[in-house]
């Protein structure tokens, strides 16, 4: 028993492996394409993120008209509910 693998210790590794790859990448990714960027050693056919100087992703202008788009639409559904809760309790 001492030597057998339970199934639920490798479900555990594998999602903490898992998220170490993923939080790995995107915290080096920024630094890997700057690098890469002063070195000369960029593709340039194929598409590369951008990022802030505080290596946060730039989203591109759509992406933040929707954003704040769906913001504006939240707003508005919150004031509805709060005026309906105002009317039901008159």
Not at 2 to 17: A, K, L, N, T, Y
Not at 24 to 35: A, L, S, Y
Not at 41 to 70: A, C, F, H
């Amino acid at each position: 028993m001492v030597g057998r693998i339970r199934g639920m210790d490798v479900v555990i590794f594998s999602v903490i492996c898992a998220i170490g790859v993923y939080t790995g990448t995107r915290f080096f990714e920024p630094i890997v394409i700057d690098q890469l960027k002063k070195d000369g050693g960029l593709r340039t056919d194929v598409e590369i993120p951008k990022y802030d100087e505080d290596g946060n992703p730039v989203l591109p202008k759509s992406m933040l008209q929707i954003r704040e788009e769906l913001d504006q639409v939240l707003a508005e559904q919150k004031l509805a509910r709060e005026q309906a809760k105002k009317k039901d309790q008159e």
